[in-house]
C-alpha cells in the first residue's frame, strides 16, 4: 500500500499497518514536531518525510506525487480546540483543529482509496457534525480500553466498511507496569504529604505535584483504613460519587488525580487508566507507594513496543506519546483491509 499520514507524529499508523499484517510499498510522513520526527526515523527510517501539512504541496504536487496513488490517507488533526479538556474551546475554528480542514483539502485533492480520521469523543456535537457532513461517513467510537489498559475515547471517520468494536481484551493497569522503576518515579512522603495537606485545606494542586494527568486538570488522594495507603499497604481511599462515598486502590490500580476535592465524580480509581495525555497526570499505586507511569509504560498504554520513544526526554516522550494514536486501536480497523482483499490488489 502507499500511505500518506498527516499530521503523523511518531509513525504509530505505520507500526498498526505492521500490526495488521498490511506490506507498505512507500509511507509518507506530514509532521512539525522535530522530535517526534527523530523518533520516527530512528524505528522507521524508510520513511518520506513531506514536511507541514499546510505547505505540503509546496514541496510535492498533490496531483502528480500522490494523485491516485495514495491507497490509504491518514491521520488525527489536533484535537486542543475540540477536547473538553480545555475551557472555552473553540471547535473547529480554533488554531491548532482548524488543521482538520487541510486534512479535506488533501482528501479531495488525493482522492484516496481509504480514509480514516482519529479525534477525541468529547468535541461538541456541532463540530461532530461538521466533520462527518465534510467526510460524507459517520464515526465510530471506540474507547482503546478495549485493547489497551488505557480509558480512551475517540471518534474515526473512515471509509473502509464493516468496521466493527474490537472484543475486550481485559488488560489492566497490572499487566502493563514495569518490575523495576527508578526512584525519580515516584512520590517522595514530604511531597505526598503536602499534597494531602492541600487537599485538606481545598486548595488546587498546582502542576508539579500532579503524578500523571487525565483530563487536563488536578486530581489527589485522600487516605483510608488505618492511615496513607502507601503506608499500610491496604488502599488507598479517594472521595467519589458512589453509594460509599469513596473508593478503594489496590495494588496496581490507577488513580485520577484531577479534581482534588471532587465529590461528584466517578471512576477516579480503577484497574484502568482513564486516558493518557500530553500533561503527565495519572498516578498508580504500587509497591507500598504512589508513583507516575513510567514512559515505557505509557509506551504499553499506547500499544507501541517497549523503548519506542527511546532517545528523547522523559518530558518529550510523555508528549509524543500522549498525542499519539493507540496503535492497537487503528491495527483493529485496518484488519477491515485484510477482509476485502489479500493486498495484491492495494
Given amino acids: 500500500m502507499k500511505i500518506l499520514s498527516l499530521f503523523d507524529g511518531i509513525s504509530c499508523a505505520r507500526v498498526a499497518l505492521n500490526k495488521a499484517n498490511i506490506s507498505v510499498d512507500v509511507y509518507y510522513a506530514s509532521e512539525i514536531d522535530k522530535h517526534a520526527i527523530s523518533i520516527s526515523k530512528k524505528n522507521w527510517p524508510d520513511i518520506i518525510h513531506v514536511g507541514d501539512v499546510q505547505t505540503i504541496d509546496g514541496r510535492f504536487d498533490l496531483n502528480t506525487d500522490f494523485g491516485g496513488g495514495i491507497d490509504l490517507l491518514i491521520g488525527g488533526s489536533p484535537c486542543q480546540d475540540l477536547s473538553i479538556a480545555k475551557d472555552n474551546r473553540e471547535g473547529l475554528r480554533g488554531k491548532k483543529s482548524s488543521l482538520f480542514f487541510e486534512y479535506v483539502r488533501i482528501l479531495h485533492q488525493i482522492k484516496p482509496k481509504y480514509f480514516i480520521l482519529e479525534n477525541v469523543a468529547s468535541m461538541p456535537k456541532e463540530a461532530k457534525a461538521e466533520i462527518t457532513r465534510h467526510l460524507g461517513v459517520e464515526p465510530i467510537m471506540i474507547d482503546a480500553a478495549l485493547v489497551s489498559a488505557q480509558r480512551r475515547k475517540r471518534l474515526f471517520w473512515t ?14 493497569v497490572k499487566d502493563i507496569l514495569e518490575s523495576e522503576v527508578h526512584e525519580k518515579y515516584f512520590i517522595d512522603e514530604v511531597t505526598l504529604q503536602n499534597i494531602l495537606e492541600k487537599m485538606r485545606q481545598g486548595k488546587p494542586l498546582p502542576q508539579s505535584q500532579r503524578v500523571h494527568t487525565i483530563e487536563g486538570k488536578s486530581v489527589t488522594l485522600q487516605a483510608g483504613g488505618g492511615g496513607l495507603g ?57 509497591g507500598n507507594r504512589v508513583r507516575k507511569l513510567t514512559p515505557l509504560e505509557c509506551e504499553r498504554l499506547q500499544s507501541v513496543s517497549d523503548n519506542y520513544t527511546e532517545g528523547a526526554t522523559d518530558t518529550q516522550r510523555y508528549k509524543m506519546l500522549g498525542n499519539a494514536f493507540n496503535v492497537d486501536v487503528i491495527a483493529h480497523i485496518l484488519s477491515s483491509l485484510d477482509k476485502l482483499t489479500d493486498n495484491k490488489d492495494i
Avoid: C, W
Fill in 230 to 286: 502507601a503506608k499500610t499497604r491496604l488502599y488507598i481511599i479517594i472521595p467519589e460519587a458512589t453509594k460509599k462515598g469513596y473508593a478503594i486502590a489496590h495494588e496496581g490500580d490507577s488513580v485520577d488525580l484531577s479534581f482534588p476535592t471532587s465529590k461528584t465524580r466517578r471512576g477516579r480509581v480503577g484497574n484502568k487508566v482513564k486516558n493518557l495525555m500530553t500533561s503527565q497526570n495519572i498516578s498508580v499505586f504500587t
Fill in 159 to 172: 471509509n473502509i466498511p464493516n468496521v466493527k468494536l474490537p472484543k475486550d481484551r481485559n488488560i489492566f
